[in-house]
């Protein structure tokens, strides 16, 4: 801070940032937003110009040659997801070695939870797309279910305990 006690514009700026960024429901509010503005704009008037935006290709070019060329759907479907399960595998081990699932008997539910989480979603997809070329999409429902979940015990905090 300024000895001044008084905030510089790029302070100004940046401070709520920071403090959003701080909260324990911002991963939930960024997650439950970014779902409402896709699904607006996938069902709307600006469909085309969104799935065209979203075939945007980004990669790296070094020495005239292009690395990691995708577009941007493979980028969030693959880079973002990668990083995010990433994650969750680094917090389950946290818990099994040191936290509160190294307990067997306390991981029996999670365990039991994850199991349901994958083929429940899996088999309602499958009961509805038994046959065709959408037969093959069940891992879509069952790889997504738990950011889902995550972001909503994220936004419900301190007020609902899932230990």
């Given at each position: 801070?300024?000895?001044s006690?008084?905030k ?7 401070s ?7 909260l ?29 935006f979203?075939?945007?290709?980004l990669?790296?070019?070094?020495n005239?040659?292009?690395y ?28 099994i ?5 190294s307990?067997?008997?306390n991981?029996l539910?999670?365990?039991g939870a ?17 046959s ?7 891992g ?24």
């Amino acid at each position: 801070m300024n000895p001044s006690n008084k905030k510089s514009p790029i302070e100004k700026l940046v401070s709520p940032i920071q403090s959003f960024i701080q909260l324990e429901k911002s991963g939930g509010i960024v997650l439950g937003i970014s779902v409402v503005i896709a699904l607006i704009l996938a069902n709307s008037g600006w469909s085309d110009i969104y799935h065209h935006f979203l075939e945007y290709t980004l990669g790296f070019q070094w020495n005239g040659t292009t690395y990691f060329e995708f577009n941007l759907h493979h980028w969030i479907n693959d880079g973002l997801m990668a990083v995010f399960f990433f994650v969750v595998g680094l917090e389950l081990k946290r818990e099994i070695i040191a936290g509160e699932l190294s307990n067997p008997r306390n991981a029996l539910l999670p365990i039991g939870a994850a199991l349901g989480g994958m083929v429940v979603p899996a088999a309602i997809y499958l009961l509805f797309n038994s046959s065709g070329g959408t037969h093959s999409g069940w891992g879509i429902p069952m790889a997504t279910d738990i950011a889902f979940a995550l972001g909503v015990l994220h936004l419900l905090g301190k007020k609902y305990h899932y230990h």
